[in-house]
């Protein structure tokens, strides 16, 4: 926890970083965030990382160093990056929004190419294997956010150049930071995006992220195995007039997830028969509120914030409604949850 390092060092020498650059000013390199990209490249199965005060800013500033580029998006990622992107297509940049099915037909040579592994929050499974060979024949560049799988489900360096994760949700795990991290092997360029940006990480938010980091794998475990319990169980209520989870057969990339994933994950969104918000309001164990990846379960409808992003127009184009209803899956007993859910849907 240091703003500026002793440099040169008593020896006259310079103090060089892990990654070869000068160590004067935690705005550039800090070790403890050293640490904390060392540990994610190695999940990711990179050889840098470039951690960042948010997600968004991750996304934010790799957006901006492409500027040359044609950004290609999935419109059905988050929708503050796709807002993002729209908001930089209005400044100038090159930029097209696609949806899961058509990604693969906008994708241009020389350009970006940007979407989920898992998208938030219609949790759709694009085919990563057919995009990867599309970009690599095109000489596009292929990014994937990996946050909702995490390198425990999806080894994104099989499939991308570059890889993204918000810290905030599974990495750390218990929603008291927020972070975001690029995982890649050739990172110089974004390195000093980030360095005059002023986008990098705190220390202690990558401490409190390398603590989180150390249950990740039994974490997530056990978000998969709960979330799929209740999906299934969802499928069966009266008020519930649909489930969407990867990991159901009636899921529209089933057969997909299958294939790429190794745990569907521990989101679920599903459509009910009633008022969104009366649902929400009669909630006792599950939270409010609009992040996901905790150890404790978490709901929201995702019209809400989605139309703070996204016009009207893409909004609907995306399949968002007020009927969705996202669950975060947290660690707790299923059998809670399902008390929970059950209660909850009997009174709208």
């Not at 938030?120 to 995009?131: A, T």
């Not at 946050?147 to 905030?168: E, G, H, N, R």
């Not at 990098?200 to 409190?208: C, G, K, S, V």
């Not at 127009?313 to 949850?337: C, F, H, Q, T, Y």
Request: glycine letters at 8%; charged letters at 25%; one cysteine or more.
């Amino acid at each position: 926890m240091t703003a500026t390092f002793q440099n040169p060092l008593p020896s006259g020498k310079p103090n060089i970083s892990r990654r070869g650059k000068e160590l004067k000013y935690s705005r550039e390199e800090n070790p403890t965030v050293e640490e904390l990209e060392r540990i994610v490249a190695s999940l990711d199965g990179y050889d840098d990382c470039l951690a960042f005060n948010s997600g968004m800013a991750s996304i934010s500033t790799l957006f901006l160093s492409r500027y040359r580029k044609r950004i290609v998006v999935n419109l059905d990622s988050y929708s503050a990056t796709v807002g993002l992107a729209l908001r930089l297509k209005a400044m100038g940049f090159d930029i097209e929004i696609c949806s899961t099915d058509h990604l693969g037909e906008c994708i241009k040579p020389g350009s970006l190419v940007f979407t989920e592994s898992i998208t938030n929050p219609l949790l759709r499974v694009p085919d990563l294997e057919m995009l990867r060979d599309s970009c690599i024949d095109k000489g596009a560049e292929f990014i994937i956010d990996n946050t909702s799988a995490t390198p425990v489900l999806l080894k994104p360096s099989l499939f991308s150049d570059l890889s993204i994760q918000s810290a905030t949700k599974y990495l750390s795990g218990t929603n008291d930071t927020v972070g975001g991290v690029v995982s890649g092997n050739e990172l110089s360029e974004l390195w000093e995006w980030r360095r005059v940006l002023g986008s990098i990480l705190d220390p202690f938010r990558a401490f409190l992220i390398i603590r989180g980091v150390k249950t990740l794998e039994l974490r997530m475990r056990r978000h998969c195995e709960t979330a799929l319990t209740l999906a299934r169980w969802l499928q069966d209520h009266p008020k519930v007039k649909e489930v969407i989870y990867p990991g159901l057969e009636t899921h529209k990339d089933h057969q997909i997830a299958k294939r790429l994933l190794k745990g569907f994950g521990g989101i679920i969104s599903f459509r009910i028969n009633g008022d969104a918000r009366k649902f929400l309001m009669n909630l006792r164990k599950i939270k409010r509120a609009t992040s996901f990846g905790a150890s404790i379960s978490l709901a929201s409808i995702p019209h809400g914030s989605a139309s703070s992003n996204l016009t009207e127009d893409l909004i609907k184009a995306s399949g968002i409604d007020g009927s969705l209803i996202r669950l975060s899956v947290g660690l707790e007993d299923p059998e809670i949850l399902i008390e929970d859910l059950d209660s909850s849907l009997k009174g709208i």
